[in-house]
């Protein structure tokens, strides 16, 4: 089992930067694919970046050039950095994780992701 704890939502002004960090519980967590996905209000859930066991990434075009995903594996956190932030970016941002075997892939489905978390506000507003 996983379980995962966001934190670092907030409201910002356009063009300002936040990092989320998503806590991770269990021991696998260096063996599990990890990403984050958003939601914004009447909308359908999207994803956003991905990180493998491997350290290689991906990113939606959307925010490709402006956010990163990087994880520390000794302290079971995955980070995404978001710089340079739209008003388009406000939405409730989630962490999820791959079950350990398949921890390699970069998966962009929510449905490849068996563990998720709370979800943190992140709003973009003047």
């Known amino acids: 089992q996983e379980q995962l704890v966001e934190s670092g939502g907030d409201s910002v002004q356009p063009g300002g930067s936040l990092r989320l960090s998503c806590a991770a519980s269990?021991?696998?967590?260096?063996?599990?694919?990890m990403a984050w996905f958003r939601q914004a209000s009447g909308q359908e859930r999207e994803f956003v970046a991905v990180?493998?066991?491997?350290?290689?990434?991906y990113y939606a075009d959307s925010v490709k050039g402006r956010f990163t995903i990087s994880r520390d594996n000794a302290k079971n956190t995955v980070y995404l950095q978001m710089n340079s932030l739209k008003p388009e970016d406000t939405a409730v941002y989630y962490c999820?994780?791959?079950?350990?075997?398949?921890?390699?892939?970069?998966?962009?489905?929510?449905?490849?992701?068996?563990?998720w978390g709370q979800g943190t506000q992140v709003t973009v507003s003047s």
């Open positions: 269990g021991p696998a967590f260096s063996s599990r694919g």
């Open positions: 999820a994780a791959t079950r350990t075997y398949v921890g390699s892939y970069l998966y962009t489905g929510g449905t490849s992701y068996n563990y």
């Open positions: 990180i493998t066991r491997t350290e290689a990434t």
